[in-house]
């Protein structure tokens, strides 16, 4: 795993001042109990520093959330907010955080119905510096923004690499719609009418209770009611093995 800005800092601090203490140590002849004393005071040091300093920048990050947030869902301002995260990216210094940041962006493109942008954003970042939730939505989002797109082979792809994350997060009541419209159109290409049409249904049913008023849910909305009435034109499963001897 890499290693952020500020360890790299301290650690390189907490590696001189370990040296000139041993310096110092050896020109004074001091003895090798106070010369380990000083060094495990040291490196507390740095430690309790590290977390003063962590601290202080989740609150700052949180802040950041909550200011991208309000853009998003309250001044429904998805341009707005993709600059803002990029904005917010060039101020962080933690590795992850402005990699979420990025990834973020996405959203803000997927609420203008902009998939191809969306999806360039997520294929040009390092997921594996984003926490396994965050990392299986960015997934997730990809392999919905290539249906969206009519990419069916590369989508259906990005669910068979990921199949069993996914299913996972579909009991996440928070995440579950958006794994639930991934999953929609994975049954249908794969000719799972059932399962297709139970999950549409209900990913309609979701949105249309939550009463948002979003771009985003708004265009998502319209592609499951359009993939909904291509769905109820496949056969039903009893149909797939009648042998054609009734007459």
């Not at 708004?218 to 592609?223: C, M, P, Y």
Request: aromatic letters at 10%; one cysteine or more; a negative charge.
């Amino acid at each position: 795993m890499k290693t952020d800005k500020l360890t790299r800092k301290l650690l390189v601090i907490g590696i001189l001042a370990a040296v000139v203490m041993i310096v110092i140590a050896m020109a004074l002849k001091l003895e090798s109990k106070t010369v380990y004393s000083v060094l495990v005071v040291i490196w507390a040091v740095l430690i309790v520093i590290r977390m003063y300093i962590v601290n202080g920048r989740n609150k700052e990050y949180a802040q950041m959330l909550k200011h991208l947030d309000k853009i998003l869902t309250e001044d429904n301002d998805p341009e707005k907010y993709i600059k803002k995260c990029g904005d917010y990216a060039e101020r962080v210094e933690d590795e992850a955080f402005k990699e979420m940041l990025r990834v973020n962006s996405a959203v803000g493109y997927s609420c203008m119905g902009k998939y191809e942008e969306a999806l360039a954003v997520l294929k040009s970042a390092d997921l594996q510096r984003l926490n396994p939730g965050h990392r299986a939505l960015a997934l997730n989002n990809m392999a919905q923004f290539c249906y969206f797109l009519g990419r069916d082979e590369e989508g259906t792809k990005y669910v068979e690499d990921n199949f069993q994350t996914f299913q996972r997060y579909l009991a996440n009541k928070n995440l579950a719609a958006a794994f639930m419209t991934t999953f929609c159109f994975y049954y249908y290409i794969r000719g799972n009418k059932v399962k297709a049409q139970r999950y549409t249904e209900n990913v309609i049913e979701f949105i249309n209770n939550s009463g948002s008023t979003s771009e985003s849910d708004k265009n998502v909305l319209r592609k499951m009611e359009e993939l909904l009435e291509k769905i109820k034109e496949m056969p039903d499963p009893e149909e797939l093995y009648d042998d054609g001897d009734e007459e």
